[in-house]
């Protein structure tokens, strides 16, 4: 007989036999929220005072472990019991206390695990710590009780990775004591018995003692100068872990209060941003819409879009069917799939079977009679309207009735491809970033006519691909194309007024960008941008200022690194900028009578900034992205804007609307036609609004 105690309204307390089960209940993913701790500290009391109760076993129900502290509490007052607290009343029980995580145990789930004395995982556990994510350290002493369980380098590697690692993985450097099938309940209770029984060890990690492992700070420190120099609590942590040789009380107030500062800290808070960006895109208008269920898709194209776009699709679980027009490039198309699909398999991204069962899904065809089945189609042809509208008459007649007919135009108009069928319901735009297999985001492009059964298969197929897809309305570029073509213009105007395009590039590569506008042009193939202006030229309105140094640096068969020149030359010697590119800045700036000046570092980021931030404000305020959240995500997850500034429009909310029009107005001195103050955010200076409370109102 068992019977059940409500702690709370998230937490029980349930008898059975000589065994106390708390059970955390606090869906969807039991973040350590004020109930989940208070409830936590009352039932373990609660079972301590019970004379029945012999051994305490914790476990949650639903999806998922404790997948951390609740991100939603950070930056509010702080509400008692902290989560260290909480941990120490769990440690600090009379009554033997052991965990049994299923699912993933993240953060400060895991800290609650790492202080029970004794933890049993249910197969398929995956335990992390994340927190490096969110720009912060872990702060419920896994810095203290993670050396003393697992020793330091585990310890560094996971806190400072944040990756999650496998049950197994932890069972072997002890973070783990055992790991067995079964419901959580059922492996909790059998672990408590197992206790009772004597062959389950307990103890307090507290009282351990952890081993100082200098090579593995010094690789710690290594790699944290190297790849996270903008992070705000890493060498925090690398500190706070060899405080765990000494006084646990010590090293628990040093993690507290790096936690804490960094918890302020604006990286910290831009990485937070970063978080729920990802998640908020999916809040979509159709989000109410069934999507259509998809299981095999065909790809038209098999070049480097198409072919990533079907490596993706494979990699999901889906069947693909490929049509090219030739041979030779079906042949490209396979090509490239297997060596993506056998670069997943390297990397240990993927095992050898299921690449195996993912080359079984596909069928390359020369026939587009062959879509007559498939349940979407992505084109992923070159950009010629004429060839896309010509692609989707014919789709329209092979596709079966309900088929959602994509095309992965980057910028074309997906109402007038539409209009080539006589299901424009049924058509969609779904962007995808190169190389497709990778990158994380889908520009999902709603046309006037699309059905919001299709936009909701549009999301569902990038959760499917785990990728994080936005919505976007449709116009020249969409959201990230069309705000690129924008404020790359500046990076020409600061070269061409006095800056060198290294020192453009090294600012912005100091702001946190990977790569510069620059050495971006060089590897993409300067070439593409060449012909693109080309194609534009007759469009292009006379007041625009029209920098000309790229075209005369392609016009010399300099096309980036595919010719070892570009802006910077690319051989044996390494990377360095190219004498002539210099030559030709220099020429252009005699031919228009400028004299060049000199820019700080600040300068050149204050203009490239503002630049993208007013188109992306116009991009809001057209409507083209639904909340400026979305705008965030796109540059995040596809044009490799740094992460601890959060976003282009997050980034402008710790400058100010204010600041901001005061920049543009200023700069419209020189160019007015350039600079205009976005209507929204001329508004935004007026009253004091931000637009993270545009995104409040969603
Ligand atoms: N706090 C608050 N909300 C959280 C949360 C958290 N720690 N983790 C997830 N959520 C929310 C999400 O925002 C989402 O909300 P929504 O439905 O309103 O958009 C919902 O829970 C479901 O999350 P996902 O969509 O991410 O669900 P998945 O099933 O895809 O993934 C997961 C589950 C792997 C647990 C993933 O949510 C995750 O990685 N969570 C974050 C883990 C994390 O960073 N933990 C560390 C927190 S910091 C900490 O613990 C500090 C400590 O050391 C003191």
Redesign the pocket.
């Known amino acids: 007989m068992s019977d059940t105690t409500k702690i709370n309204d998230v937490i029980t307390l349930e008898r059975a036999g000589q065994v106390g089960l708390v059970c955390i209940d606090n869906p969807?993913?039991n973040?350590?929220g004020q109930a989940v701790r208070q409830g936590l500290v009352d039932a373990v009391a609660a079972a301590n005072a019970d004379e029945g109760i012999e051994v305490i076993a914790i476990y949650a129900a639903g999806?998922?472990f404790v997948?951390?502290?609740?991100?939603?509490e950070f930056g509010k007052p702080p509400l008692e019991p902290s989560?260290p607290d909480t941990i120490a009343a769990i440690e600090a029980s009379e009554k033997p206390v052991v965990v049994a995580p299923h699912g993933?145990a993240?953060?400060?789930?895991l800290?609650i695990c790492m202080g029970a004395h004794a933890r049993v995982g249910v197969k398929g556990l995956r335990v992390g710590?994340?927190?490096v994510?969110?720009g912060?350290l872990?702060?419920?002493s896994?810095t203290q009780r993670g050396p003393r369980l697992m020793g330091m380098k585990h310890t560094l590697d996971m806190a400072l990775s944040g990756r999650q690692v496998p049950g197994e993985e932890a069972l072997s450097f002890g973070l783990l004591d055992g790991l067995e099938a079964g419901e959580p309940r059922d492996v909790a209770l059998d672990a408590a018995r197992n206790v009772l029984d004597g062959k389950l060890k307990t103890r307090r990690t507290s009282e351990l003692d952890a081993e100082m492992d200098e090579a593995a700070l010094d690789d710690a420190r290594a790699m944290v100068a190297k790849k996270m120099k903008h992070h705000p609590t890493a060498l925090n942590c690398i500190e706070a872990v060899k405080m765990s040789t000494g006084p646990f009380d010590k090293g628990m107030a040093y993690e507290r209060q790096s936690?804490v500062d960094g918890l302020q800290d604006p990286a910290s808070q831009g990485m937070r941003h970063a978080?729920?960006a990802e998640?908020?895109v999916?809040?979509i208008p159709e989000g109410k819409a069934t999507p259509r269920p998809v299981e095999k898709i065909g790809v038209i194209g098999g070049g480097t879009m198409g072919s990533g776009i079907a490596t993706a699709a494979l990699s999901a679980g889906l069947a693909v069917r490929m049509i090219e027009v030739a041979q030779d490039g079906l042949d490209r198309g396979i090509g490239a799939i297997t060596k993506n699909l056998d670069g997943a398999v390297k990397r240990g991204k993927m095992s050898e079977a299921k690449r195996d069962e993912a080359m079984a899904r596909f069928e390359p065809s020369l026939n587009m009679e062959d879509l007559g089945d498939v349940d979407l189609v992505i084109e992923a042809v070159f950009e010629d309207m004429g060839v896309k509208k010509d692609i989707f008459g014919k789709l329209d007649t092979i596709c079966k009735p309900g088929a959602v007919l994509a095309s992965n135009t980057s910028y074309l108009d997906v109402n007038e491809i539409a209009s080539a069928t006589n299901r424009p319901e049924d058509v969609i735009g779904l962007h995808f970033f190169s190389p497709a297999n990778i990158m994380r985001l889908l520009e999902v492009v709603v046309a006037d006519k699309t059905a919001p059964e299709v936009v909701a298969t549009g999301f569902a197929l990038a959760k499917k691909m785990k990728k994080v897809g936005v919505r976007a309305g449709v116009c020249d570029g969409f959201i990230g194309n069309r705000i690129l073509a924008y404020y790359s213009k500046t990076a020409g105007y600061l070269v061409e007024d006095g800056a060198s395009p290294q020192q453009v590039d090294d600012a912005l590569e100091n702001f946190g960008f990977a790569m510069g506008p620059f050495k971006v042009g060089d590897l993409a193939g300067l070439d593409i941008g060449w012909a693109n202006r080309k194609r534009m030229a007759p469009n292009r309105p006379a007041e625009e200022r029209y920098v000309r140094i790229h075209d005369k640096i392609c016009e010399e068969g300099m096309f980036g690194r595919k010719t070892g020149k570009g802006f910077y030359i690319y051989d044996d010697e390494g990377i360095r900028p190219n004498p002539r590119a210099l030559e030709i800045i220099d020429e252009e700036r005699a031919a228009k009578g400028i004299t060049p000046k000199s820019f700080t570092d600040d300068e050149i980021i204050e203009r490239y900034m503002t630049a993208m931030i007013s188109e992306a404000a116009r991009v809001v305020e057209e409507g083209i992205a639904l909340r400026p959240i979305d705008v965030d995500a796109v540059f995040l997850f596809g044009y490799g804007f740094p992460r601890f500034r959060g976003g282009p429009l997050h980034y402008a909310d710790t400058i100010g609307a204010k600041e901001l029009v005061a920049r543009i107005e200023r700069f419209a001195q020189d160019d007015a036609y350039y600079w205009k103050v976005p209507a929204i955010l001329r508004r935004m200076a007026e009253d004091g609004t931000t637009f993270a409370d545009l995104n409040k109102e969603g």
Do not use: C, H, Q, Y
Not at 67 to 72: C, E, H, L, N, P
């Open positions: 969807p993913v973040a350590s999806r998922t997948a951390g502290a609740d991100i939603k989560l993933t993240l953060g400060g789930g800290e710590l994340p927190e994510n969110l912060l872990p702060g419920a896994g936690f978080f729920f998640r908020a999916s809040k």
